[in-house]
């Protein structure tokens, strides 16, 4: 059973910085592709930044410059470094595996950007 478990969301400042942190619980981590996900209230959820098993890396464009995703194969963790932060990144994160047919969503941490 896979299970995807988030960590590090926060009140910050605008213009500042944190790091999500989600652990896959199971197996094959190399094989998915790993993806950050970001819900406000009353919208949509809207893909972040993703990576593939070959390292391949995209991410929404207002993002871009800001945040940056990696993953450690080895622990089995992606993670999403947030910088310059806005009061329009706040939102409820969500970690996503994917591969093939199977995919999986972690419960959310919650990011707000506020002086």
């Known amino acids: 059973q896979v299970q995807l478990v988030e960590s590090g969301g926060d009140l910050v400042q605008p213009g500042g910085s944190l790091r999500l942190s989600c652990v896959l619980t199971?197996?094959?981590?190399?094989?998915?592709?790993m993806a950050w996900y970001r819900q406000a209230p009353g919208k949509q959820r809207d893909l972040v930044a993703a990576?593939?098993?070959?390292?391949?890396?995209n991410y929404a464009d207002s993002v871009k410059g800001r945040f940056t995703i990696s993953k450690d194969n080895d622990k089995n963790t992606v993670f999403l470094q947030m910088n310059n932060l806005e009061p329009e990144d706040t939102a409820v994160y969500y970690c996503?595996?994917?591969?093939?047919?199977?995919?999986?969503w972690g419960q959310g941490t919650q990011v707000t950007v506020s002086s």
């Open positions: 996503h595996a994917s591969a093939g047919t199977l995919a999986y």
């Open positions: 199971g197996n094959f981590f190399r094989l998915y592709t």
């Open positions: 990576i593939t098993r070959l390292n391949e890396i």
